[in-house]
């Protein structure tokens, strides 16, 4: 899987009339080689040459960390730490004069050189090498993510599979008087553990942080449930409550999405109405998914059903966006992108409606570019009974 | 504490003949007004006028999230989203100028505009501007977070007594058999339902991600614990096992940081020598702290204690690093950094050493600079005995 893809870039450089493509973005690294780590204030660069070994360069911190994740990697070069006494773009423009790709043409993903976290300061590599020509390539690697092999999207199903056990879980812990990490942590650690005990010993979680499968609320409880992004709440569950949900699970680094709108309780007439709406807006646009459809097209869908019933502002985000290795990518399920939909693509599926002071309503799903059509591979139910605690 | 941030912002841009201030990284956000909001590919500005009202500039969906958390921003403008039909950075452009803003010079963190994550792409503000004269300041904030104030220590404080008492149950419940998501997960579920019920109902997690008190192993297992920076293991904790640990919480956004090697059972000569080796070298940086000590003299003295013994190749990283709202900030205790420590600066000290294959031996606390010293505040104990399960 790995190798056809290394051999992918290669083409592309070639195509490109490039000598080397240099990245700093970890999830290019997992995506390339399966090595995956942890981005600090370090800088880290992974160097594809056209016509020799891969090279690692990175702090020493990472040195014993990589032949036990791949072996595409020949070549590891590391610098002491950061920012040390000769800072590690010194060592970097070093690494690749030693390379012998002082005077080539080098494809970037990141001019500066270094990813860039927590207070990270430097001279940008493309300073620090006169003679060679950077040229800006972040696109190769990015436009190779975007259509899923058949191995991506059985990773995101089996995603799906433990997202929806740790949904499960959830929804049977969720109950009036509970906090919302008291309900998340709990339905995690035993969707995790379940998850370990069938997959057995060879899983293990690729992702930085978080916990293999995982489920919550992430503060939207009650009228938080209005914020669509909060982050966390105060308030413990009560009756009456509308609730928004979220679950995944890392595999293989592959993330799925799986959110749902529960009510604590009885729904009222102004619920269920919302709740309809709603649903109404995401299967306008999971009817829209199919090949040659317009991620514009699907949003227009979707935001019409709601638009229609003259909420327009009750609108606060489009409709979805591709997901794979992060938890968002392009393309954007946004009236402003216009990309054709392939088979292989996968995409959230996520119109929602917020009232402030009264609740939200959105559901998510992840959705599937098929030959004919689309596949829905979260498959928890979407109905208002099943979805009442 | 916010408005005397602002305070002192406004003070540096009239210093350096700024008009305001156009901020991108949300931990500054945070900082300056405690909203701080989830990153996404969605573009987002903290614009803070030396005379007018602070603006936030961003996503339509964090419209009805910022009055929630903080009073200090008086203006709100949104696009509808990313990409959207007006790209955000052209509604950025405008929002500007009708702040008056469109000829005048502005500090700036980032000259693209936008953090830039999960595929963004877009051109940069400062294009977008022409007749604004844009100035890279990313140091305004950034040196405002170097020494801590009197209210930061007392949440970094408190972090830390919520992250002794995760480490206390991760200790407990570290046994043979078990995986090291199943000994975290539950330490940190018990540590953050505890931390709640004793913080009482007004107790909210600031930050993305994570849970309210964390501890766990990251992997960090057996022969494991010699890859400093591992995500995770396949295998399970066994008898004889060197495993180093970390723990956490989030007090108002701030961190502190705690970690250990502990012993799985009686530990060997080697084991121990190890541990005494690594334990002498943070004895050693700890004595170092103090107002006017140099950084690179205490990373210099942690380092000495393990070249002694002849252990330089056994040595992956320098000695620590800042710590406050983030994991890592600067000033770094590298041998590269020779900023001068003054009370009110708070750093991680953790010098290691890991023999691949063996184990890795690493304790990492967290200290504040004082008067006349430093003081060590997270407490839990560091010797061998009290380590060994």
């Known amino acids: 899987m790995y190798q056809k893809r290394i051999d992918a870039v290669r083409k592309e450089l070639a195509e490109r009339g490039l ?30 040459p056209i016509d020799d070994e891969i090279t690692f360069m990175g702090p020493l911190l990472e040195v014993d960390h990589i032949p036990l994740r791949t072996s595409l ?39 500066s050189g270094a990813s860039g976290r927590w207070g990270y300061r430097g001279s940008p590599i493309v300073k ?9 390539a972040r696109d190769i690697v990015e436009n190779m993510r975007i259509v899923k092999s058949s191995e991506e999207i059985t990773l995101i199903r089996e995603s799906a599979k433990w997202g929806n056990l740790a949904h499960t879980l959830l929804q049977e812990f969720t109950s009036p ?4 990490y008291d ?6 650690l035993e969707a995790s553990l379940i998850m370990k005990k069938t997959l057995g010993p060879e899983y293990q979680a690729w992702r930085q942080g978080g916990s293999p499968a995982s489920a919550g609320f992430r503060g939207q409880i009650g009228s938080m449930s209005a914020i669509p992004h909060a982050l966390s709440t105060k308030v413990k569950v009560k009756k009456g409550d509308v609730v928004i949900s979220g679950a995944s699970a890392d595999v293989g680094g592959y993330n799925s999405e799986l959110e749902r709108t529960m009510i604590v309780g ?17 299967n306008a646009a999971l009817a829209a998914f199919k090949p040659g459809a317009k991620c514009s097209d699907v949003d227009r869908k979707a935001s019409k059903v709601i638009q229609k019933v003259g909420w327009t502002r009750l609108m606060r985000h489009h409709t979805g966006h591709g997901i794979g290795l992060e938890g968002h990518e392009p393309p954007w399920l946004d009236i402003g992108d216009n990309t054709i939909m392939k ?10 409606i917020y009232e402030p002071g009264f609740a939200g309503f959105r559901h998510s799903d992840t959705v599937v570019i098929t030959e004919d059509g689309s596949e829905r591979i979260t498959y928890y139910p979407r109905d208002l009974e099943s979805l009442t605690i």
């Open 128 to 136: 620090k090498m006169p003679k060679a020509r950077f040229v800006e």
């Open 266 to 282: 009885k729904p009222t007439a102004k619920q269920k109405r919302f709740f309809r709406v709603m649903l109404n807006a995401q």
């Open 343 to 352: 088979p292989g693509m996968v995409f959230s599926c996520e119109p929602g």
């Open 73 to 111: 990697i020949g070549r590891i070069r590391t610098y002491p730490d950061y920012p040390g006494q000769k800072h590690p773009m010194t060592h970097f423009a070093y690494f690749l004069r030693d390379l012998g790709l002082s005077n080539k043409v080098i494809g970037i993903d990141n001019l």
């Open 177 to 180: 008087g509970l906090w919302d």
């Open 19 to 48: 000598d080397a493509l240099y990245l700093t973005n970890g999830i290019s690294f997992l995506y390339l080689t399966g090595y995956s780590y942890i981005a600090t204030e370090r800088p880290a660069a992974l160097v594809i």
């Open 183 to 188: 309900i998340a942590m709990r339905a995690s």
